[in-house]
């Protein structure tokens, strides 16, 4: 599309449109720009990620906590880093681990199709670790929904995913919750499977499961996947005071701070509040398209602070 449709389409609006002596030259300028900045994205762009630092400060974080750190990473999409991008997962890994953080989590879309995708990189994601663990839960693309399979391939798919994410020594939440405790202080981490509205997503994510066990004041991080599920799920069925989401990849474009992705999310990338509840949605490490233009991927540290 970029290469193809969009440079032509540039050219023959400014031929038709312009000036006739100049409207080629500009549609030929043109159309050169926009193959250069999608060559771009397809390969400085995508190589790129920084690490993001923010604060999420609540009253009802308990003082043992405050100055807790989580790294967060999303879509890692690992089957993608192929060839020339080989060397942005380990990249990746490594700026992770630099961090230092209490408790590492990564919110979905960790394959693009298939379980297989993962195997070449167990060994790898493996070597992330923390004091108080590895955390994940499954995104629309850790599911079989976009395979041609019948039923039982695509439950074996799924089974050997959750299986080679376990490998890892990662926690897979799949409605669930784990308590981190600090002396007689207490946090909770909760995951719940995915759960969006758009058509063909999973909506497979239980709040009322995930919480399960739970007291409605204890200061909860949920992770899920689809920033949707916030308003339509989390914000009306718990009291988790901070959500961590994925899933938009920002956009994997931005111009102006507008992304494509504005389109279809209220919340398409970085944090909105609620009351003193709040989102963060990551815009992902990777993507199934190998392409970023002014969004660049990111690794985000999140100090929880009380207030």
């Not at 108080?132 to 995913?161: P, R, W």
């Not at 376990?166 to 600090?182: D, G, P, Q, S, Y």
């Not at 759960?195 to 009322?208: E, H, I, L």
Request: glycine share 8%; net charge positive; proline share 4%.
């Amino acid at each position: 599309m970029g290469f193809i449709v969009v440079p032509f389409i540039s050219y023959f609006l400014c031929s038709k449109l312009l000036n006739r002596r100049y409207g080629r030259r500009v549609g030929i300028a043109l159309a050169c720009v926009i193959i250069g900045l999608v060559l771009y994205g397809m390969t400085i762009g995508f190589s790129q990620f920084h690490v993001k630092h923010m604060e999420f400060a609540s009253k009802d974080l308990p003082e043992a906590f405050d100055g807790y750190r989580i790294v967060q990473f999303s879509d890692a999409h690992v089957a993608t880093y192929d060839g020339f991008l080989e060397d942005v997962l380990p990249r990746a890994i490594d700026s992770i681990q630099a961090q230092k953080a209490d408790m590492i989590v990564f919110t979905g879309d960790l394959q693009n199709l298939y379980p297989e995708e993962l195997e070449s990189k167990v060994s790898l994601l493996r070597k992330l670790h923390a004091p108080d663990g590895v955390y994940s839960i499954l995104g629309n693309h850790d599911y079989s929904i976009y395979i041609d399979a019948d039923e039982a391939t695509k439950k074996k798919n799924d089974l050997k995913t959750q299986q080679l994410e376990r490998k890892m020594n990662w926690t897979l939440l799949m409605n669930e919750n784990r308590i981190i405790r600090r002396d007689s202080d207490s946090i909770v981490i909760a995951g719940m499977e995915n759960w969006g509205v758009q058509k063909r997503m999973p909506r497979n994510g239980d709040v009322r499961k995930t919480m399960k066990g739970i007291s409605p004041k204890s200061f909860t991080v949920m992770l899920q996947h689809d920033p949707n599920a916030w308003r339509e799920k989390i914000l009306p069925q718990c009291n988790a005071q901070l959500t961590l989401s994925g899933h938009t990849h920002g956009g994997q474009f931005s111009l102006f701070g507008w992304n494509p992705a504005n389109f279809t999310y209220s919340e398409c990338f970085g944090t909105y509040h609620e009351g003193d509840r709040a989102i963060y949605v990551s815009s992902g490490l990777g993507g199934l398209i190998p392409f970023r233009l002014g969004q660049p991927g990111e690794i985000v540290v999140i100090t929880l602070r009380k207030k």
